[in-house]
């Protein structure tokens, strides 16, 4: 006697496959949103002078 096949066995692998890419898509966004860690980041670089002309504007006398 023979094994009985599956009839959807072609459908259980698309599902498989579909289901792999979205958690593989789900943990790349996951990785792109979620902040590094603490010494992950390069430290930025010092300000240049001519970034902020004048020294009174308003986004430089916060306090």
Known sequence: MEAPRRPCSSLVLLLRFLAILAAAAFFIVL?????????????????????????QSHCCNRR
Do not use: L
Not at 35 to 50: A, H, I, M, Y
């Open 31 to 55: 990785a792109v949103h979620v902040e590094p860690v603490q010494g992950g980041r390069q430290p930025n670089p010092p300000p240049s002078p001519e970034a902020h002309p004048t020294p």
